[in-house]
């Protein structure tokens, strides 16, 4: 780490990584540059994936906007309106909430206090839970236990809807058992 005109610097080109994770399909490596500097409120990491590799099998943000910038090579990014491949230079801007999970925004706008988080993984081997914890309510998401998009997104919206009070049978007839 140096300084600039008085204040901490990181490269960003750097092979001074902070974290890594090599499972199948999700092989990446990460520098979290705006803890490196000091910030407090702009979360910027670094990622570099192989060819054909995912960071995550959702990205979510509930609380921020996230920018994503490709600095080399291509990426393909899925969205509502179908996947793009976005080449070096692109730029593009992610609102934060549960938009990807296809949820109405009604429903979206009421889950404002629930935190969503991603662990690797339950030593009971659940995929999922709605966990209200005094003051906090979240959903917690383990990674090992969701091989693929499909199951992320059918165990969020089953936690999703332990929130909103439904139980295990009211789910499994929804599909989301």
Do not use: C
């Not at 099998?57 to 990426?75: D, F, I, R, T, W």
Request: charged fraction near 25%.
């Amino acid at each position: 780490m140096r300084r600039y005109l008085g204040q901490m610097t990181a490269n960003v080109f750097d092979e001074d990584w902070d974290a890594q994770q090599s499972q199948p399909g999700f092989t990446w490596k990460r520098m979290r540059v705006g803890a490196r500097l000091g910030a407090d409120g702009l979360g910027l990491s670094v990622y570099e994936l192989p060819p054909g590799q995912r960071a995550f099998p959702y990205h979510l943000h509930h609380a921020n906007e996230e920018l994503l910038v490709v600095l080399e090579g291509s990426l393909n990014v899925r969205g509502e309106s179908g996947e793009e491949t976005l080449r070096r230079g692109d730029a593009v801007l992610f609102s934060f909430g549960f938009d990807a999970f296809g949820l109405p925004a009604e429903m979206a706008a009421q889950l404002g206090a629930v935190a969503v988080v991603v662990e690797d993984s339950h030593p009971d081997g659940l995929m999922g839970i709605y966990d209200p914890v005094g003051g906090l309510q979240r959903i917690v998401i383990f990674r090992d236990a969701n091989p693929n998009e499909d199951e992320v997104r059918r165990t969020v919206l089953h936690e999703v809807g332990h929130f909103f009070g439904m139980d295990e049978e009211e789910l499994r007839d929804l599909g989301y058992g």
